[in-house]
T-cell receptor, first 115, second 117 residues
């Protein structure tokens, strides 16, 4: 069985400060990992994903995450956050079941940016 | 380009009333379709998924059901709503990637917020 643990339910940071949102997973099969972002009252948007290859993956808006197999982690980082990054962030691991991908999500981390 | 629609955006229903939420996808054929529920303060829970017309798989036992009458239409229903059915319901789609399916990106709709009173 697969599971995802997001260690922080809320992370408050000041604008232009760095941030790290932590994600640990467990999986008995090949690992495919995702970070999704949910802005207030909206659906989820894919932020970045790791499928294979380079363990460091980046998004277009400055976020990056590193797949660490030995630590079973996929932490999300940004060196300098903006007010517009205020959102809830979900880490997910995928598995296959019945011909379709099944995403197992963490509980989410609410990122609040203070001016 | 592909788009996904959900309606209604918000819904307030009394306990015991029926429910029908609709999701449609445009710009793609034979997608995999998913229904998730996000309860207040909790993560996302997969409710149903479908790999084709009339093919529905349920992930958790509940008083909800799903149907896929057309290739790009996915409906979530209930005959009698419970208070515990309140939440944010999200529909998602993905392009099937063959027999494995692993690594497919899921694209989410805007969601329906349901409040059962």
């Amino acid at each position: 069985a697969q599971s995802v643990t997001q260690l922080d339910s809320q992370v408050p940071v000041f604008e232009e400060a760095p941030v790290e949102l932590r994600c640990n997973y467990s999986s008995s099969v090949s690992v495919y990992l995702f970070w999704y972002v949910q802005y207030p009252n909206q659906g989820l948007q894919l932020l970045l994903k790791y499928l294979s290859g380079s363990t460091l993956v980046k998004s277009i808006n400055g976020f990056e995450a590193e797949f660490n197999k030995s630590q079973t982690s996929f932490h999300l980082r940004k060196p300098s956050v903006h007010i517009s990054d205020t959102a809830e962030y979900f880490c997910a691991v995928s598995g296959i079941r019945g011909g379709a991908q099944k995403l197992v999500f963490g509980q989410g981390t609410r990122l609040t940016i203070n001016p | 380009s592909q788009t996904i629609h959900q309606w209604p955006a918000t819904l307030v229903q009394p306990v015991g009333s029926p429910l029908s939420l609709e999701c449609t996808v445009e710009g793609t054929s034979n997608p995999n379709l998913y229904w998730y529920r996000q309860a207040a303060g909790r993560g996302l829970q997969l409710l149903f998924y479908s790999v084709g017309i009339g093919q529905i798989s349920s992930e958790v036992p509940q008083n909800l059901s799903a149907s896929r009458p057309q290739d790009r239409q996915f409906i979530l229903s209930s005959k009698k709503l419970l208070l515990s059915d309140s939440g944010f319901y999200l529909c998602a789609w993905s392009v099937p990637s063959g027999t494995s399916g692993v690594g497919e990106t899921q694209y989410f709709g805007p969601g329906t917020r349901l409040l059962v009173l």
